[in-house]
């Protein structure tokens, strides 16, 4: 193994993209596990955040932990691409997005690497955390072949839910899996330090493990989503229907309540899949129709009790989930287009999301004639107004019918 080089303090782990919504509570946890960490990140404004030992985005359970690993020198972030030579362990996280045409983007993670492949040696262990296209893994073995290095390749997707990071990566099992049995026991040896439960794969089967597991929750939301259209097309409240079918019943304990299915994962990760599949995918290709067309539907059932045009329409939460920060691919944006075109005004809260656009709620609850939680944040679960409230996730406690 070749010297780690100078430059910066040498560590146990480099985290590329460290300083986003997967990296850097991967990095927190690692280093409240007593691993020395550097967060590598192209964004100067969230690796100043990190280095005052600060969040830059909220993560339940992660601020104090941060703030001691940066107070104790365990963890630092850094914008210089030779960070990546002071570890024995390179773990890449960066977002793998499609495209306007829905084509995924396989050379985001190839190009991650290319920004910093100078600064790599011989014998490292280089573990891919994104969600990829099947195949992003042996075609990161082939680039790094190309450049003449000699390193351990791992593929081990994140599995966690935002907001539960600091949770989920101590109880939930890790997939690891690798080309050769030193990738995979070097990259098991290294999660070990997080939890005992460790799924070993070939590197296509977990390729597929993650794509599957997205896909399969936005199938379900999907499902769930048309229930509740079919079940408000012939008046009837789905939410009493879905109680009927899950109390005490074991087989439909796990479906799911309608709502908008959203953020930067399910959707995405199933038109990779459809890509995977040369586009052969019904189903896929279904549920997203399903999911991305429920802003559409909830307008027209509001148009058809209300008179739009004459009417100020409140929106409340803009992030793509409850209890979230994070706007990313939320539908209640494109819900938002949707209303301006078809309401005299459109109103948006959201008590978590930094966007100029939105003012505050006791604002819109004033304003608007009609209202709709587009996410269920607990501030809307007592609505202090007499006025409609369209709400297909329930949380009012007022039925889901609209």
Not at 51 to 60: D, H, I, V
Not at 138 to 152: C, I, P, S
Request: charged share 20%.
């Amino acid at each position: 193994m070749a010297d780690i080089v100078p430059g910066g303090p040498p560590c146990d782990v480099v985290i590329v993209g460290g300083c986003g919504r997967v990296g850097l509570p991967l990095g927190v946890a690692f280093a409240s596990r007593g691993l020395a960490v550097t967060l590598y990140d192209i964004n100067a404004a969230a690796v100043s955040v990190v280095n005052s030992g600060r969040l830059p985005f909220a993560e339940a359970g992660a601020a104090q932990p941060l703030a001691d690993a940066v107070r104790d020198g365990k963890l630092i972030a850094t914008t210089d691409p030779a960070s990546v030579g002071r570890a024995e362990h390179v773990i890449v996280v960066v977002g793998t997005p499609v495209d306007e045409h829905l084509n995924p983007d396989l050379a985001a993670v190839p190009r991650a690497i290319e920004r910093c492949v100078d600064h790599l040696f011989d014998g490292q262990l280089i573990v891919l955390r994104s969600t990829v296209h099947p195949g992003v893994t042996a075609l990161t073995e082939k680039l790094v072949g190309r450049y003449g290095l000699t390193v351990d390749i791992a593929f081990c997707p994140e599995r966690i839910a935002e907001g539960k990071a600091m949770t989920e990566l101590f109880d939930l099992p890790q997939i690891v899996s690798g080309r050769t049995d030193s990738a995979c026991s070097r990259a098991e040896k290294l999660f070990r330090n997080l939890t005992d439960q460790i799924v070993l794969l070939r590197p296509e089967e977990a390729e597929l493990a993650k794509l599957f597991t997205n896909t399969w929750r936005y199938i379900k939301f999907a499902a769930a989503n048309q229930f509740w259209m079919m079940a408000n097309d012939f008046g009837v409240d789905f939410e009493r229907v879905r109680h009927a079918i899950t109390h005490e019943y074991p087989r439909a304990a796990d479906m799911p309540g309608p709502g908008f299915a959203a953020g930067p994962c399910l959707f995405k990760d199933t038109m990779q899949l459809a890509a995977f599949n040369n586009n052969n995918f019904a189903l896929g290709h279904s549920a997203m129709l399903v999911n991305e067309g429920l802003p559409l539907y909830l307008v027209s059932r509001l148009e058809a009790t209300y008179d739009l045009a004459t009417m100020t329409v409140g929106i409340l939460g803009m992030a793509f989930k409850g209890g979230s920060d994070d706007p990313r691919e939320s539908l209640a944006y494109k819900l938002r287009k949707i209303l301006i075109l078809k309401a005299a005004d459109v109103l948006c809260s959201d008590p978590y999301v930094t966007d100029d656009r939105l003012v505050p709620l006791d604002d819109v609850l004033r304003r608007a004639d009609v209202l709709v939680i587009a996410s269920p944040h607990r501030h809307y679960r007592d609505l202090a107004t007499t006025k409609p409230v369209a709400d297909l996730w329930g949380i009012t406690g007022r039925g889901v019918l609209i």
